[in-house]
Structure formats: structure tokens, C-alpha cells
């Protein structure tokens, strides 16, 4: 189960500051305070995998979050940092989308359930995932229409995660499954 909130470099909002600054591959190795953090230079070795490139320990500061509070990027995330008049920024923010299908659980009522992520073994076939917890879950297409429980347990859906507006974001999952279309027509 995706427990923690994904994060991704979005090189598009410093392609508008850069100007033909230097960029540089680096690794967040950790925080230092506020929007800011520690980060070494990487690079591609043969064989494609990245590799620190010497032990120069950088100072970045990460322009996706505020300078008021403290960063949530966790360490080893690799970003593409562009050199601003001496000042490294890198712009690396949550991921709001990813999507994994889970298998139903139980229902909690209210259009909440208790749901696991499953890996595909084969044409239309899941497992659960090694290691993957169980979490809660909101469908969608109850929250407005009744008392729920209407998915049955073993249904497998596609769950979204959603990064909420709390300071960290935490993760919510939602799914859409229309259990009352055929009682609607």
C-alpha cells in the first residue's frame, strides 16, 4: 500500500527562471530547515543507475514548499537543481495521483471501507501485495447517496491517492464505484 506521499521534480516551473543557468542532478539527502536541504551531486554510471558524484555537500532550497514551515520531501529524492545566482533551487512537490488497485476488505458504513493493494499475477487475477498494509478507503459514489456499504468485500477497485490540505499533506484514497447505478434508472 502507498503509505507515504510521493514526491516528483516538476522541471517545467524552472524552465521559466533558468535562462541557461547550470543545472545539476542531486539527491536531497536531508532536512536542513524550513524549505531548505542538504544535497550531493549525482550521476549515471555505466550500467544507467545513478551514483554520487564526488562528496561535495550542496545547499538547496526547494521552491514547491514554504520557507515558513518544514519541508516533507524525504531523503534520497532525486531532483534536477538549477543554479540562480549562486543559489540552488530545485521545485519538488507531492504527487497527488497515483493509483493502485486494492482489493475491499470490509465496509466501515458512511462510504468508507477497509481496503488492501493487490498486485496482478495474471490476466485478471490479484494478490495481495508483500508487506502491504490495510487502509481506508471513501467511495465516491456513496458519499452523497445513502448510508453505503454497498461494495461488496473482495471487489477489487483502482484506489487514487489524494494529498490533503493538512501541513504535511496527509494521504487520502478515494475510488469511484457506482454500486447504486442500477437502482437509479
Do not use: C
Request: hydrophobic residues 40%.
Amino acid at each position: 500500500m502507498i503509505t507515504n506521499v510521493l514526491f516528483h521534480d516538476a522541471l517545467s516551473h524552472l524552465a521559466q527562471a533558468d535562462g541557461m543557468s547550470g543545472l545539476m542532478l542531486v539527491r536531497l539527502t536531508e532536512l536542513e530547515t524550513g524549505n531548505q536541504y542538504k544535497a550531493r551531486p549525482i550521476e549515471f554510471d555505466e550500467d544507467g543507475e545513478t551514483q554520487f558524484a564526488g562528496t561535495k555537500t550542496l545547499a538547496v532550497t526547494n521552491l514547491a514548499e514554504p520557507a515558513d514551515t518544514d519541508g516533507s520531501v524525504p531523503a534520497n529524492t532525486d531532483a534536477i537543481a538549477v543554479d540562480l545566482e549562486g543559489r540552488w533551487v530545485v521545485f519538488v512537490r507531492p504527487d497527488g495521483g497515483a493509483v493502485f488497485p486494492a482489493k475491499v476488505i470490509s465496509s466501515q458504513g458512511n462510504g468508507a471501507y477497509t481496503v488492501r493493494e493487490q498486485v496482478a499475477t495474471g490476466a485478471g487475477t490479484f494478490a495481495d501485495k508483500q508487506g502491504a498494509a490495510t487502509v481506508t478507503a471513501y467511495n465516491l459514489a456513496e458519499l452523497s447517496l445513502g448510508p453505503g456499504a454497498g461494495v461488496e468485500s473482495n471487489t477489487i477497485v483502482p484506489i487514487t491517492t489524494l494529498a490533503d490540505t493538512g501541513n504535511p499533506p496527509t494521504l487520502r484514497y478515494v475510488f469511484d464505484h457506482p454500486v447504486y447505478a442500477k437502482y437509479l434508472s
